[in-house]
């Protein structure tokens, strides 16, 4: 059916790399920061998820490896797996997601390794010929690999690096004549680094956490062409405070602040930069120049840092309910959502859900529920 088509169509342009309009025009209003395969900095996991995407400074869990791996050695259990499930565009379409499966296993009280997969299916989509018939269909795809090993110094603090694989299909495989408009699978790699730091105040508990992620080589979708794209490399703080009310109820709060490490696009007029810097760059150079290359200077530059807070109420460990609220510039991207969440653990299972409620109509994600289920196998042995 055409409207299937259209839909199919207008999901898949929304996954290659955006073009920003405002740098051609020179509007102050509206200047985002274009980067590829953007999934790869969507929260994974429904826990994180009900807390304004909050993750890099919480308390460890199996899906570590996304926000924050050197939380791994810091771990309960000695080994964990996990299966998370986000709908994308569900009010739209009804077969695409991502799928996140992620394991860990921590060696001893030092050493742990982790690893997960990243998966997003865009569903099925039909191709056409010139003449408006029926070739094939397809399922286009992005799907990354990665592996951790994290490393305890001392009783408090601990670091983490994290490469990665990352490979984006957005013709399923489909070539014909050099495929569709030449476009092919795209790779890239990447790595993280993180470092975590967790200790103890008036029988409260308390962490922090920083991380670099995504930051790796620049892909390209034409082989021919010599425009690449950055991968969203980013800039993760944050910080949390648990209450530890009595032997049975807990509070925790948290804040982080995230920022891409992709230059801005500059402000042009008539392909003349006017404003602002190159942004064909390396990688490398990308990352520090960032920090300072906003067209409208450092007002533009902090908009182009994100805020994540959240809360989380625990119950003898087997309860839990989450609340949080993401703020994103309307100048970057304005998503701005509140979330909420809620766990249930018993023995060597966990189950979390999450809902996003947005304040804007341009989040992917609007009114979607999640669902994650964990598996703690050292409490399964302690159980036995």
């Known amino acids: 059916m055409l409207p299937a088509a259209i839909k199919r169509f207008l999901l898949l342009a929304a ?13 102050k209003d509206l200047n985002p920061i274009p980067v590829a395969i953007p999934i790869m900095n969507i929260s994974p996991d429904a826990r994180a ?28 259990p000695q080994m964990g797996i ?4 986000t709908p994308w565009l569900a009010n739209l379409v009804q077969d695409v997601n991502i799928t996140y499966g992620s394991f860990f296993y921590r060696i001893g009280k030092m050493q742990s390794v ?12 039909e191709i056409m010929n010139d003449n408006g018939y029926f070739v094939t269909a397809v399922k286009p795809n992005e799907f990354t690999i990665d592996l951790s090993y994290a490393r305890r110094f001392g009783k408090h603090i ?23 408009g030449n476009i092919s699978p795209a790779n890239a790699f990447s ?82 930069i006017v404003l602002g810097q190159n942004s064909a760059v390396g990688a490398v150079e990308g990352l520090f120049q960032s920090f300072y290359d906003a067209p409208y200077g450092w007002q533009e530059e902090l908009s182009e840092v994100m805020v ?41 299972i966990g189950l979390n859900v999450s809902y996003l409620y947005p304040f804007t109509t341009m989040d992917p994600l609007s009114n979607t529920l999640r669902v994650s289920l964990l598996f703690d196998f050292n409490l399964l042995r302690i159980a036995q």
């Open 191 to 272: 790595i993280d680094m993180a470092v975590y730091y967790q200790s103890t105040h008036n029988d409260n508990d308390y962490a922090w956490g920083a991380t670099i992620t995504n930051m790796g080589t620049k892909i390209a979708y034409i082989k021919e062409n010599t425009d690449r794209y950055f991968l969203p490399a980013a800039l993760h703080l944050g910080g949390q405070y648990t209450f530890n009310v009595d032997a049975d109820n807990s509070f925790m709060v948290g804040l982080e602040l995230s920022k891409l490490l992709v230059p801005t696009p500059p402000i042009r007029d008539s392909g003349v």
């Open 158 to 180: 601990s670091a983490a690096l994290t490469p990665r694989y990352i490979r984006s299909d957005l013709t399923g495989g489909f070539a014909e004549g050099g495929g569709v």
């Open 114 to 125: 982790g690893m997960s997969i990243r998966y997003f299916s865009l569903g099925e989509m």
């Open 49 to 76: 998820a009900g807390m304004g995407d909050m993750g890099v400074a919480t308390t460890p869990d199996v899906n570590s490896q996304h926000y924050n791996a050197a939380k791994y050695p810091f771990a309960e």
């Open 308 to 348: 994540g807070a959240g809360v989380e109420y625990g119950y003898r460990k087997l309860f839990f309910a989450r609340g949080g609220y993401f703020h994103d510039s309307k100048r970057k991207g304005n998503r701005r959502y509140i979330t909420f969440g809620a766990g249930i653990k018993y023995n060597f």
């Open 82 to 85: 996990g299966l998370s499930i």
């Open 15 to 27: 996954a290659l790399p955006p073009l920003s309009v405002a740098a051609q025009t020179g509007s």
